[in-house]
């Protein structure tokens, strides 16, 4: 059974820092690429940045410069450092793994969310 497991949500003050986490069970997590999406009351959720199997990575151009997406392979954990946090970055965070397979198919897999507030 696979498992997505966010942490490192909270309020922090514009221009602030946070870090989240995903740590993953239940799957071969090295093989994935791994996802950080977010949603705002009353918008659709967005790809914030991914990380490839591969270690490559892509950004949402609101958050480049600003964010850095990492992963250990060994701790089957991905990251998400937030730095120069503003108001508009206020979301609930969600972690997802997405893996394509040669022959067809594909599997994604979500965490539950973690609430990101940016306020004064």
């Known amino acids: 059974q696979v498992q997505l497991v966010e942490s490192g949500g909270g309020l922090v003050q514009p221009g602030g820092s946070l870090r989240l986490s995903c740590a993953a069970s239940?799957?071969?997590?090295?093989?994935?690429?791994m996802n950080w999406y977010r949603q705002a009351p009353g918008k659709q959720r967005e790809l914030v940045a991914a990380?490839?199997?591969?270690?490559?990575?892509n950004y949402a151009y609101s958050v480049k410069g600003r964010f850095a997406i990492s992963r250990d392979n060994a701790k089957n954990t991905v990251y998400l450092q937030m730095n120069s946090l503003k108001p508009e970055d206020t979301a609930v965070y969600y972690c997802?793994?997405?893996?394509?397979?040669?022959?067809?198919?594909?599997?994604?897999?979500w965490g539950q969310g973690t609430q990101v507030t940016v306020s004064s």
């Open positions: 990380i490839t199997s591969s270690g490559m990575t």
């Open positions: 239940g799957m071969i997590f090295s093989r994935y690429t």
């Open positions: 997802n793994a997405h893996r394509v397979y040669a022959l067809g198919g594909n599997n994604d897999y």
